[in-house]
Every structure is written in C-alpha cells, then in structure tokens.
C-alpha cells in the first residue's frame, strides 16, 4: 500500500503523514508542485527525528505517481461513497488532495467514479477533516481489512 499526497500545502500535514508512513513502513509518494520545501523546519518537527526512515518518493506530475488501471482510492467531499464500503487489497494507493482544494479534477476524472472515497462526517457545519487524520483513518481502515482478510485465507 502507498499513501499518495497531490499537491500538498502545509508541512505539517505532509510531517505527519511521513511520521504514519515511517511508523508502518508505507511508502509516501509526494506528487509536485508542493507548497514547502522538504527542508521546511515544519515538515521536519511534525515528523520529528523519523523522517529519514520515510519511505518516500516525489514525483513532478500525478500520472507518474498514478498510472492508468492503478489500484487507486481517492479520497473527496464529493462523493457518497463511504471508504467503509469497499474492499482493500496491499496494492491500493491511498489518494489524497491539497489542503485546500483537494483533488484536481483532471486527476478524478482520469479514474472511473467508484473509485472515489468519503470518510463520513456528523456534522454538517464540518466541510472537512484535517489532511493527516484522514490519511491515518483510511490507512488503518485498509490495513485493519487486509490482515483481517489474510487471517482468514
């Protein structure tokens, strides 16, 4: 499994998810343009002193990181969809968009629809949860899923 960032903005953010993808031995695959440098201080005191052991890699465009037929989520606001509904397998890409705008249209668009994911939110007055929780709460959920499945098999 692999936990895709398009486009982030804030370091602290991509820190955190490094610090998640370092802890489970994920790979984090950063598509350009970022909005920091990977030297920022921030990005580096959200990961503390585990960012050399981030599996990661960055990319310049997002169909290096996302090929035609990739096993990709996608994770939105608009959709229906919730990431409880659908099965997981070790090879997905976990997908997630910019802080702000989330997912480019050219990206949802070059996957079929079902492919698009919603982590369920109470409150109507909440638009959206914060970057690094959600790609915490999608990569338990997928995992908790796999090693359920292979306990199974």
Request: with cysteine; charged share 25%.
């Amino acid at each position: 499994m692999k936990i895709v960032l398009v486009n982030p903005l804030i370091p602290q953010n991509t820190g955190s998810i490094g610090r998640l993808c370092a802890g489970t031995a994920t790979e984090l695959v950063l598509v350009e343009p970022l909005g920091f440098s990977l030297d920022d201080r921030y990005l580096k005191r959200a990961g503390l002193d585990y960012w050399p052991w981030v599996p990661l890699t960055v990319v310049p465009h997002w169909r290096d990181a996302l090929p035609e037929g990739a096993p990709a989520w996608f994770f939105t606001t608009h959709t229906d969809r919730s990431f409880y509904d659908v099965e997981y397998t070790p090879d997905d890409l976990l997908v997630f968009g910019c802080e702000t705008t989330g997912l480019p249209a050219e990206v949802m668009d070059a996957f079929p629809r079902e492919r698009r994911l919603r982590i369920p939110i109470e409150n109507q007055n909440v638009r959206s949860l914060n970057l690094a929780q959600c790609a915490a709460v999608a990569y338990y959920e997928a995992r908790r899923q796999i090693e359920r499945a292979a306990k199974r098999d």
